[in-house]
T-cell receptor
Framework: GAVVSQHPSWVICKSGTSVKIECRSLDFQATTMFWYRQFPKQSLMLMATSNEGSKATYEQGVEKDKFLINHASLTLSTLTVTSAHPEDSSFYIC?????????????FGPGTRLTVL | EDQVTQSPEALRLQEGESSSLNCSYTVSGLRGLFWYRQDPGKGPEFLFTLYSAGEEKEKERLKATLTKKESFLHITAPKPEDSATYLCAVPAPESGGSYIPTFGRGTSLIVHP
């Protein structure tokens, strides 16, 4: 099946710094990618939809100036957590794609564990 | 109101003890129901997609079924390696006319040897 990679797999940073997370589709093109956040023992919460060539669509309550998304190419989307604070510590997961006609399958990346000290 | 509800939240089974996980949904015009397995610290792994009531799909010890209101993930004679969190998701319509993936909270399954 299709593979989605994320980099880094984990990162520890100081409060106030910015962190960039990459999401790549390795063997297919994705015009749309999704970014999720998952807190311990909770389900995945959709943060935003990343669209190649256009602005990302953010879910209600997600600060677009804090979580910058750039879908630079058909195989790469990046999420930058700006001025990170301890409450931003979480597990960030990307996925691609959602709909492809009748064949609906969403491939997830392995996730990135962010710890903000 | 939650659009996807999973039960139970946690389930402990002895190896070989069959059981079922439930996923109920409230979205209308279902455009597929998805089951995933998630191991700790990893991204979800796709298991099944179901599109219409009455549909069933199987993979090893897992079988997923779908009705008009809910889906079941049946686990037959589970093994310890089946221990994971099982998530279900549906595409839910948003105001812009598109659909976003909406996940349940998951069922944490532990299978004891």
């Amino acid at each position: 099946g299709a593979v989605v990679s994320q980099h880094p797999s984990w990162v520890i940073c100081k409060s106030g710094t910015s962190v960039k997370i990459e999401c790549r589709s390795l063997d297919f093109q994705a015009t749309t990618m999704f970014w999720y956040r998952q807190f311990p023992k909770q389900s995945l919460m959709l943060m935003a939809t990343s669209n190649e060539g256009s602005k990302a669509t953010y879910e209600q309550g997600v600060e677009k100036d804090k979580f910058l998304i750039n879908h630079a190419s058909l195989t790469l989307s990046t999420l930058t957590v700006t001025s990170a604070h301890p409450e931003d510590s979480s597990f960030y997961i990307c996925s691609a794609p959602w709909f492809s006609g009748r064949h609906n399958e969403q491939f997830f990346g392995p996730g990135t564990r962010l710890t903000v000290l | 109101e939650d659009q996807v509800t999973q039960s139970p939240e946690a389930l402990r089974l002895q190896e070989g003890e069959s059981s079922s996980l439930n996923c109920s949904y409230t979205v209308s015009g279902l455009r597929g129901l998805f089951w995933y397995r998630q191991d700790p610290g990893k991204g979800p792994e796709f298991l099944f997609t179901l599109y219409s009531a009455g549909e069933e799909k199987e993979k090893e010890r897992l079988k997923a079924t779908l009705t008009k209101k809910e889906s079941f993930l049946h686990i037959t004679a589970p093994k310890p390696e089946d221990s994971a969190t099982y998530l279900c998701a549906v595409p839910a319509p948003e105001s812009g006319g598109s659909y976003i993936p909406t996940f349940g909270r998951g069922t944490s399954l532990i299978v004891h040897p």
